[in-house]
């Protein structure tokens, strides 16, 4: 079954995040993403996350298609013009890419490209009008295509983070799927409640929201989370539950497990697993699920 179908016939969609590497070695990554063959449902490729520099989200989607692997691609407004990204998207459709996932994509001030430029020609609600006008057979400047591409179009929501109106996030989440988009990847959620509300207001956008589940890697880690990154809540209770557990490795990977099974029961249209750098770990989680 595609994403497409899965989403269209409102089942709990598993999309696991597929790193790119940095570099022309792409065996650790297609490795990775073979092993889940037949247990998620697409692999989520990003465009350079972080804005650090390596191998382009469509150019690792091909390998991974290559394979028998239905992929989604980040579409970022970073680092290309409006004829560079349409370009993209007709290649990606060429390519049997059929999931786009349109972002804004971070500042090259968080990467390792410092002096890099960012172009930023369209903003994201203009690329997700972009993709629309590409499936309805025309280009942005209304020059009629030579077949029009089809995608399932998702984007990003800041559902459930801290300090983020709720109506202004609705708002805005409607707009994108006024555009298109149909299905979206929030911020990391380790507590199902923290989202509830939201997800109860959202039900009229008839959208699927897919909640991202981090692997945390130690409790360092949750620390830092907790800390730093205000906008994602870090139940205290999780943070002792890493400081008893012997083996912290191990109770990572049965934490993000337990919450993928408490988003599929609470009625999430389904999960993004991002492990980064650990895709490895990929099959443990998914076996505990």
Known sequence: MTLKAKIDEGGFAILAEMEPPKGVDVSKMTENAIRLKGRVDAMVVPEMSNAVMRMSALGGAMILQSKGLETVIQVNCRDRNRIALQADLLAAHGCGIANVMAVTGEDP????QHQARSVYDIDLMELLGAISTLC????????????APEFLVGSTSDAGAKGKSLELELEEMKKKADAGARFFITPPVFDAAAIAPFVKKAQALQVAIIPTVVLLKSLGMARYMAKNMGHIAMPDDLISRLQKAPDKVKECTLIAAEIVR???EEGFSGVMIATI?????????????
């Open 262 to 264: 408490g988003l599929k």
């Open 136 to 147: 309805q057979g025309k280009d942005m400047a209304g020059i009629e295509l030579a077949g």
């Open 109 to 112: 001030s968080f990467g390792d």
């Open 277 to 289: 750098g650990w895709e490895h770990k990929l099959p443990e989680i998914l076996e505990r699920v």
